[in-house]
């Protein structure tokens, strides 16, 4: 099973930008996360094509299952 923690911002055009992190150390401490956040949003480090980073709408924890199948 593939964990993923998913960073979700608000963008400066009023739309939404998300970023995956894979295998996510957990429990997830939600105040590290938002700190974590708020650090990114302040360094500018990302720019989407919906402009930049502005503020912090949520983060979550998102399983995938995947089964592989032969082919004959």
Known sequence: MAKALELQFATETGKSARISLDNPKE???PAAVKQSMDQIIAADAFLTANG????AAGARVV???VTDYTLA
């Open 27 to 29: 429990p997830v401490d």
């Open 52 to 55: 930049k980073l502005v503020s």
């Open 63 to 65: 399983e995938r299952n």
